[in-house]
């Protein structure tokens, strides 16, 4: 059974930074892509940034010079360091897998997510 599960989210003030962390098991890690994605209540899931096994990065618009996607094969986790946040940031963010190695930005093709965790970022 594939669980994604991520950690890292809370409160930080404008212009903070946090790291978001997503633990992946029975998935078969190093040959999934993973990306992270994120939702206000009332709009649709907007894709933010997504990695290949080989670190291979796409970051969309959101994401952009302020956020940075990395891997570590070796322990399934893939991070989401956020810096300069704004209280527009404010949503659940939700970690990803695809199966294929060489996935895209568009959340159908994700087989696989995570419960996502509340970032709040006050004014």
């Known amino acids: 059974q594939v669980q994604l599960v991520e950690s890292g989210g809370g409160l930080v003030q404008t212009g903070g930074s946090l790291r978001l962390s997503c633990s992946a098991s029975?998935?078969?890690?190093?040959?999934?892509?993973m990306a992270w994605f994120r939702q206000i209540p009332g709009r649709d899931r907007d894709f933010l940034a997504r990695i290949w096994p080989g670190s291979n990065t796409y970051y969309g618009d959101l994401a952009k010079g302020r956020f940075t996607l990395s891997r570590d094969n070796a322990k399934n986790t893939a991070t989401l360091l956020m810096n300069s946040l704004r209280p527009d940031d404010t949503a659940v963010y939700y970690c990803a897998a695809d199966k294929s190695p060489f996935g895209n930005n568009n959340e159908r093709f994700y087989d696989y997510w995570g419960q996502g965790t509340q970032v709040t970022v006050s004014s």
């Open positions: 029975g998935l078969t890690f190093n040959t999934s892509t």
